[in-house]
């Protein structure tokens, strides 16, 4: 995925626009869209999906890939809200344990990965340990989602130096994770 200054580069030079013209498209004042293109603000997820959609329009790929990895198919029904609501190109897949999301990791190199502690087989934790083995996956953010109070294991996570969120996951607090993760908020 692009980062919103790439972002704004890339529809300037397809589109062939000015900083100026394209802030009248968008309907935002120049000094928006400047500062959006040297990285000194982010703009408001409508604004996001706008450029989005205009990156859409010239053939600018934008595609963000999610993957949750939870015993739970209701994560995954809740990430794919969260999602909807951050980029309108975003892909949402989920594997129901560990081994299945290693394998699904290989196979889409996903942006961001939300990552359940407690699965049958091989956890969570065994899979962040594992994941820097899958190639293609240098710029993947992972985040630790759990039920578990256990605090010894919470250590444990915490230890790997990822995000930890607790469940039931939030649909407003997944959204601002994703944008912070992925650059799109």
Known sequence: MLSTPELVAEIRR???????????????????????ERGRSTPRSNHRRRLEQLAAELGIITEITVLV???????????????AEVSSATTVESA????EGLVRCGALRPDLIFLDILMPGIDGIEVARRLPEVEGLGRTEVVFVTSSTDERLLARARELGHELLAKPLDV??????????????
């Open 14 to 36: 397809v589109g062939g626009d000015t900083q100026e013209a394209l802030a009248r498209r968008l309907g935002v004042s120049f000094p928006t869209v400047n500062a959006w």
């Open 96 to 99: 129901l344990n560990g081994w």
């Open 69 to 83: 990895i939870d015993d739970d198919p209701a994560t995954g029904a809740i990430v794919q809200s969260a999602a």
């Open 172 to 185: 407003d607090r997944l959204v601002t994770v994703m944008g912070e993760r992925l650059g799109a908020v």
